[in-house]
């Protein structure tokens, strides 16, 4: 029954946790397309979700701070228009310094690599872009891989210091620190010495760099 549909699709929704992007494609395999769009239409009258953008709807995020529902996290916006469209992303280098806490600046247009078409999106005050690439470095098999790679070259060979070695380190547990370095095997010279001192591995030769 519908409302069986609605308490099992909210269910999932709460299970997600608090700002969390969707689009109807996330809740196919409960129901048929419109059965989900009458649940998610429900869940919007109630107040429990609230759309972001035309297909996209969020589980709200209250900020205590600051007394206020929070606007949606782009990265989550970016990976349901993924999921949605099966669409392969990667975080561009701006994003993705931003992401690992490289850099402090948050980028007005956040842009991602995408095997898909190119697109733009106004999420609140920001630009959402994907732009369609052959994703070369998003063939490796770890995301956190990506992540790392691109971050690391957008901040530039000359500003890799042992402050920026140490926070990426802790941004990613010791497991993964070696899961990453023997995935990156192909990783430019310089980007692959870094990351080898992330892991506390073998140091590059210098002329890697």
Excluded: C
């Excluded at 920001?126 to 070369?136: D, G, Q």
């Excluded at 990156?184 to 990351?195: D, L, N, Y």
């Excluded at 506390?200 to 030769?205: E, F, Q, R, S, T």
């Amino acid at each position: 029954m519908p409302q069986t549909i609605e308490s099992t699709i909210q269910r999932r929704i709460s299970g997600k946790g608090q700002g969390w992007v969707f689009s109807e494609r996330d809740f196919f395999d409960l129901a048929g397309r419109a059965t989900v769009a009458s649940a998610l239409h429900r869940l919007e009258k109630k107040g429990k979700i609230r759309p972001i953008i035309r297909g996209l709807y969020e589980y709200p995020k209250f900020s205590e701070v600051l007394g206020r529902q929070v606007s949606a996290d782009i990265d989550q916006v970016a990976k349901a228009l993924a999921r949605k469209f099966g669409w392969r992303i990667q975080p561009g280098g701006a994003m993705a310094a931003n992401l690992l806490a490289l850099s402090t600046q948050v980028p007005a247009r956040a842009v991602y690599l995408s095997d898909g078409p190119d697109r733009s999106y106004k999420v609140g005050n920001r630009t959402l872009v994907f732009e369609h690439t052959a994703l070369k470095e998003a063939g490796f098999k770890l995301k956190e891989s990506g992540l790392a790679v691109h971050a690391l070259k957008f901040l530039g060979q000359k500003r890799i210091t042992p402050s920026v070695i140490e926070k990426l380190r802790r941004v990613f547990s010791p497991a993964m620190h070696k899961k990453i370095l023997a995935d990156t095997t192909t990783a430019t010279g310089w980007v692959r010495a870094a990351i080898q001192e992330m892991s506390n591995g073998k140091a590059a030769d210098a002329e890697s760099r």
